[in-house]
C-alpha cells in the first residue's frame, strides 16, 4: 500500500522493475499464438477485401433498382410495378428456354 504524499515525482525517477524469468514453453506458446494470429490477420483481410467489392456492386445494383423504379414510376405511373414481376420471369423463363 502506498502512503500519501504531496511531491510528485517523475516518471524517469520512479522505480521500476520487471523481473525476467525464460520459460521455454512460454515462449514457444507465445510464438505459436503469434504466428496463428498472424495468419487469421492475412486470411480475414483477404476476405474483406472480397466483401468490399461485392457490397459495393450490392450497393450499385439496390441504387440502379431503386433509380429504374422511381424513373419508371414517374414516367410511366403505377405500371411499372407490373414490369417488376414481369422481368425476372422474363429472365427466367429465357434461362429455361436455353436448357
Known amino acids: 500500500m502506498r502512503l500519501p504524499s ?3 515525482l517523475p516518471d524517469s525517477r520512479r522505480f521500476k522493475f520487471a ?8 515462449d514457444e506458446l507465445d510464438q505459436r499464438v503469434s504466428e496463428s494470429k498472424n495468419t487469421k490477420k492475412k486470411f480475414f ?12 456492386r450490392l450497393q ?4 440502379f433498382i431503386l433509380s429504374f423504379l422511381i424513373f419508371g414510376w414517374l414516367y410511366l405511373g403505377n405500371k ?3 414490369f417488376i414481376i414481369l422481368i425476372p420471369l422474363w429472365f427466367l423463363l429465357k434461362k429455361w428456354a436455353k436448357k
Open 45 to 56: 483481410k483477404r476476405n474483406r477485401n472480397q466483401n468490399k467489392l461485392s457490397t459495393s
Open 80 to 82: 411499372i410495378f407490373i
Open 6 to 8: 504531496f511531491i510528485k
Open 60 to 63: 450499385l445494383l439496390i441504387a
Open 19 to 26: 523481473p525476467r524469468h525464460f520459460d521455454p514453453i512460454k
